[in-house]
């Protein structure tokens, strides 16, 4: 069987393969400790269940849904962002729902690309940028994000010929995996910069809700202009504690939330409709839970912070996000490092490197587990290095 050509230009997820890998160790009884994906030990509040519950058992609720959505989950995702961003958005015509952000920015490459066109992707960064890029057919640059600029991109240091040809620009913060979070003065440099080249910024935002020590992420479309540059992709999955869920929002720019359904009315046909039910009543909903949640996070970064920065590893403490990104020991690559880790200790974190040339050098820790097991976990990784 013969397939595309495209598809051997870009590689499978890499959290399915090393699943895999893992599940095995599992098997053969070997008590792995996987930091690896970021799916948290979490649970969605009851009130989220119970409204999903009621609105499956309702006979009507499994015909074809409308692929645009029904319009009160559209409503709750516009008030959901005037109240927490104070961002007005026009439900019928700036907002999309997804089956998760993952859906949605993997179809916004075909939505915004020319087969040959320019994508400015950072590095490192979540790998379905890379991959959505490549299955469009567009070219891509990548934007190096370094430790002494705060990994944030430097626009300045992009070309302006590079800065012309772009189409895109992807942005993710608090990001995934540096865990480092966008200061106001950077999206408002963005979306000047995206005016004077004429590039749509798309802005990934899954982890707005996962704040710590008192830090409160802003979205992009917060700032004068963004909307006429942009749109924003956020999550239900890490901020309600419901990642199988596939639940997500595409808003901001009209034409491009436009371009969408109509890539959406053939691609997937919309949003399973107690789903749709119950994403409304969550966003309409409670968020008190956010805040014990969020403090279990800091907690679990505590000890993870200290038990790297003991065995002599450098780390910034993360504002957001439930992912710590530390240097690996000098003499060993990424990749050397967390796998030798895996075999001897049976402890699993991502080498930086998968994520991109700029993240050699790096790993990234998920606090997916309760305190006590990343204190094992750190205990482990301490009797690796001596
Ligand atoms: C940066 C980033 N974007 C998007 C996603 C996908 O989120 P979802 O579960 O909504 O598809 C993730 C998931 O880990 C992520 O880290």
């Not at 204190?375 to 690796?384: D, G, I, T």
């Amino acid at each position: 069987m013969k397939l595309a050509q495209r598809m051997d230009q870009f590689k499978g997820y890499l959290g399915t393969e090393m699943n895999v890998r893992l599940t095995k160790m599992k098997e053969e009884g070997k008590d792995v400790i996987n930091l690896g994906l970021g799916d948290p030990d979490v649970t969605p509040p009851q009130h989220l269940l119970d409204a999903l519950k009621e609105a499956v058992c309702e006979p009507h609720h499994h015909h074809y849904p409308s692929f645009y959505s029904i319009r009160p989950l559209r409503t709750a995702i516009a008030d959901w962002y005037q109240r927490r961003f104070g961002v007005k958005l026009d439900p019928d015509t700036e907002v999309i729902p997804l089956l998760g952000a993952s859906e949605g920015l993997f179809h916004i490459h075909l939505c915004l690309l020319d087969v040959g066109d320019v994508a400015l992707v950072p590095d490192p960064s979540y790998p379905s940028y890379e991959a959505g890029v490549k299955l469009a057919g567009g070219q891509i640059e990548w934007v190096p994000l370094l430790r002494k600029n705060g990994f944030l991109p430097d626009l300045d240091s992009i070309p302006a010929d590079v800065a012309r040809k772009a189409r895109m620009i992807w942005v993710n913060y608090p990001n995934n995996p540096t865990g480092a979070v966008a200061t106001p003065e950077f999206f408002r440099r963005l979306i000047d910069w995206a005016k004077t080249y004429d590039v749509v910024v798309v802005s990934d935002t899954p982890y707005s809700e996962i704040c710590l020590d008192g830090y409160c992420a802003p979205s992009f479309l917060e700032f004068e202009g963004a909307k006429e540059v942009g749109v924003e992709l956020h999550s239900l999955s890490k901020s309600y504690n419901c990642c199988g869920w596939r639940a997500g929002m595409l808003v901001g720019n009209r034409e491009v939330v436009a371009g969408m359904a109509k890539i959406k009315s053939h691609a997937d046909r919309g949003m399973y409709y107690p789903m749709q039910v119950a994403v409304t009543k969550a966003l309409n909903g409670p968020v008190d839970f956010m805040e014990e949640r969020n403090q279990a996070f800091q907690e679990r970064r505590d000890v993870v912070v200290k038990g790297l920065r003991k065995v002599g590893l450098e780390v910034d403490i993360p504002k957001a996000t439930f992912y710590v990104w530390s240097t690996v020991p000098k003499g060993y690559t990424s990749s050397d490092f967390c796998f030798k880790v895996l075999d001897a200790a049976n402890v699993w974190m991502i080498p930086g490197s998968m994520y991109g040339r700029h993240g050699e050098g790096y790993l990234r820790i998920a606090l997916t587990h309760p305190v006590d097991r990343l204190a094992e976990a750190m205990e482990r990784l301490k009797k690796f290095m001596s």
